[in-house]
């Protein structure tokens, strides 16, 4: 059974950081491309970070500067390390995995997700 765990979400001040971890079992996770998201109440999800199987990263524009994403294959986790945080930042992070098949598909999995709520 595949499982993607999040952990590290909580109440911070405007300016503080998190650090989200994301634990994932049952796939081969050296493999699969990592990837964060969030949604905010009434929002559509979207792409906050991600990083491939190579370490190769990707920033939405909104966090770049601010946050980075990390991967440890060692320990099949992938981590969201959140600094300078706005009260826009607030929203449920959720984890992701993805990876194509040899014909192009995608195959996701995903996470419970994490409340992350920045408000003074």
């Known amino acids: 059974q595949v499982q993607l765990v999040e952990s590290g979400g909580g109440l911070v001040q405007p300016g503080g950081s998190l650090r989200l971890s994301c634990a994932a079992s049952?796939?081969?996770?050296?493999?699969?491309?990592m990837g964060w998201y969030r949604q905010a109440p009434g929002k559509q999800r979207e792409l906050v970070a991600s990083?491939?199987?190579?370490?190769?990263?990707k920033f939405a524009d909104f966090v770049k500067g601010r946050f980075t994403i990390s991967r440890d294959n060692a320990k099949n986790t992938v981590y969201l390390q959140m600094n300078s945080l706005k009260p826009e930042d607030t929203a449920v992070y959720y984890c992701n995995a993805n990876i194509r098949t040899v014909a192009g598909l995608p195959i996701n999995y995903w996470g419970q997700g994490t409340q992350v709520t920045v408000s003074s």
């Open positions: 049952g796939i081969r996770f050296s493999v699969y491309a």
């Open positions: 990083i491939t199987s190579n370490g190769t990263t």
